[in-house]
């Protein structure tokens, strides 16, 4: 019986994924399966295991939890998860704590599969190797040099392969600057991993700035079609005689101008996806094509004699209250329900300011290597200004004033002062420039904030903000404990 080089230990609840893996991978390699966990560990402690291969979602104990257990009993076996879902925190924390060499999505490609395999086993071979020296050292010093190269490749290569497991981790679940660490948009960016791996169109909406278009790429990159073309269109930046021409593409002769033959985005996103931001600007006229796009996966080029039938996903995304739009018929009923399949909602800065602190050091990084500069402390007093602060314009207004103070800064403490805010687009100051129609509660916490820091935030007395809005000083105290109204930290350290 011929003798097999590897051993690969492959753990999953369901017997019909274990026969399938073992007649695909058994004429190369020694494979061991298990039903469970806990027989997984079992087998593992009775064979000399080079690679262990397990299914994430398992009753009991999951693949993450398993390879914990594995890596306590010996680091040295590669680690490979095969999971159905989109996990990003567990992924991620396994990445970086170490214990997964590499992961796939169900179901898996053989080719792909096996293609891991090699390079974890080649590692396993150099691990071998370097134990052999090591233990050759230890009785002899002898061949030093050699011994402690190959150390170094080994390192190097380990190294390589855990950065292009991050890489990849970055990429398949990337969120871009989309920081956080709120429960309320934590469970926005849970639900745009589930949806993203279908092909559910998806409405993105959210106040400007609140980062629609990022959650948007995100969906893309989550999903099957991240290796094909992510097409956007600002529906709102175009004249409502080019969209068509854009979107749909036009023969030659067409109109005036058109030359040549040409286009359009739908079919440039062909088993891709296309991105139509401000849809609630898209024209009334043009909605019927789009809708029937969304229903048949059609449609005809601006004078065309035959029909263009493309594969793509649409999202799309929008600030205005498209229920609205349609009361007022200025959108179609019917296309609003094609493009609300799966909503996602971004919600505004406001209602997520823990996750400001954490947004204020990434941008302050961001910024700081892109103009040169090295920061090492953010003042106290800084993070307060900027959490008291109301953010009309969301993390794009945030971001604006964070690069805006990095230009600013002398030292490496990085600082912010009230006038930068108040030369931002959406300052207190001037609420209501946005367009954006606040709620009472907000405006009122806005005027609020105002009056105390014209009264250097005192309450009561004749120089009191009380006395200056006019109100009792108890009822101030009240409504500045419900709006949670807290003064910025004077000590700048």
Same mark, same amino acid.
């Given at each position: ?18 026969? @399938? ?31 262990? &291969? ?15 257990? !594995? ?23 396994? *990445? ?26 080649? +590692?396993?071979?150099?691990?071998? /190797?370097? $134990? ?18 190959? *150390? ?8 390589? /392969? ?5 890489? =990849?981790?970055?990429?398949? @679940? ?9 429960? &309320? @948009? ?44 992510? !097409?956007? +269109? ?5 004249? $409502? ?9 036009? =023969? ?11 286009? %359009? ?6 088993? #891709? ?38 594969? *793509? ?15 007022? %018929? ?10 609300? *399949? ?29 103009? #040169? ?27 604006? &004033?964070?690069?805006?103070? +990095? +230009?600013?800064?002398? %030292?490496?403490? @990085? ?10 687009? #959406? ?5 209501? =420039?946005?367009? $954006? ?33 006019? !109100? ?22």
């Amino acid at each position: 019986m011929e003798q097999k080089p590897y051993t690969i230990l492959y753990v999953d609840d369901e017997e019909i994924n274990l026969k @399938f893996f073992a007649a695909t991978f058994s004429w190369e390699y020694h494979v061991l399966t298990a039903l469970s966990a806990e027989e997984g560990l079992t087998l593992f402690k009775q064979n000399e295991v080079d690679l262990v &291969v397990a299914d994430q979602r398992m009753p009991g104990m999951s693949g993450v939890q398993f390879f914990e257990k !594995i890596y306590e009993l010996d680091p040295a076996p590669a680690r490979i998860l095969l999971t159905g879902y989109g996990d990003l925190e567990t992924l991620v924390q396994a *990445v970086n704590q170490g214990k997964i060499f590499h992961f796939f999505h169900k179901p898996w490609a053989e080719q792909e599969l096996n293609r891991a395999f090699e390079r974890a086993l080649q +590692i396993r071979t150099l691990q071998r /190797e370097n $134990a052999a020296l090591i233990e050759h050292l230890q009785q002899t010093n002898e061949n030093l040099g050699r011994a402690l190269g190959e *150390v170094e490749t080994l390192t190097k290569l380990l190294e390589e /392969e855990n950065q292009l497991l991050r890489e =990849e981790v970055n990429e398949s @679940f990337n969120f871009d600057d989309m920081v956080s660490n709120s429960p &309320v @948009f934590q469970e926005v960016l849970h639900r745009t991993a589930r949806v993203a791996v279908t092909d559910a169109t998806v409405l993105i909406t959210g106040e400007t700035g609140t980062g629609k278009e990022l959650l948007a790429r995100a969906v893309h990159r989550l999903s099957h079609r991240r290796q094909k073309p992510f !097409i956007k +269109i600002n529906c709102a930046a175009l004249p $409502a005689q080019l969209i068509e021409s854009e979107l749909f593409g036009h =023969e030659k002769g067409a109109f005036t101008g058109a030359t040549s033959a040409r286009p %359009g985005r739908f079919e440039l996103a062909h088993q #891709g996806t296309i991105f139509l931001d401000e849809i609630g600007d898209f024209p009334l006229e043009l909605q019927a094509k789009l809708l029937r796009v969304l229903q048949e996966g059609e449609f005809d080029r601006l004078g065309a004699t035959r029909t263009t039938k493309v594969d *793509v996903r649409v999202i799309t995304a929008t600030h205005v209250d498209l229920n609205a739009a349609v009361r007022q %018929g200025r959108f179609r009923a019917d296309l609003f329900y094609r493009l609300n *399949v799966f909503p996602l909602h971004t919600p505004p800065l406001r209602e997520r300011k823990d996750d400001i602190p954490l947004l204020v050091r990434h941008f302050v990084r961001k910024y700081a290597v892109k103009n #040169g500069k090295v920061i090492r402390r953010i003042s106290k007093k800084t993070y307060h200004l900027l959490q008291a602060h109301h953010w009309p314009g969301n993390i794009r207004e945030l971001e604006n &004033v964070i690069e805006r103070g +990095i +230009i600013m800064s002398k %030292g490496d403490k @990085f600082k912010i002062d009230s006038w930068l805010l108040e030369d931002s687009a #959406g300052s207190p100051q001037n609420p209501g =420039e946005s367009g $954006a129609i606040e709620s009472l509660e907000e405006n009122e916490r806005i005027h609020i904030v105002r009056a105390l820091q014209q009264t250097n935030w005192r309450v009561t007395g004749d120089q009191g903000a009380a006395r200056l809005l006019l !109100i009792n000083e108890r009822t101030l105290q009240s409504r500045i404990r419900k709006l949670q109204i807290r003064r910025p930290n004077d000590a700048d350290d």
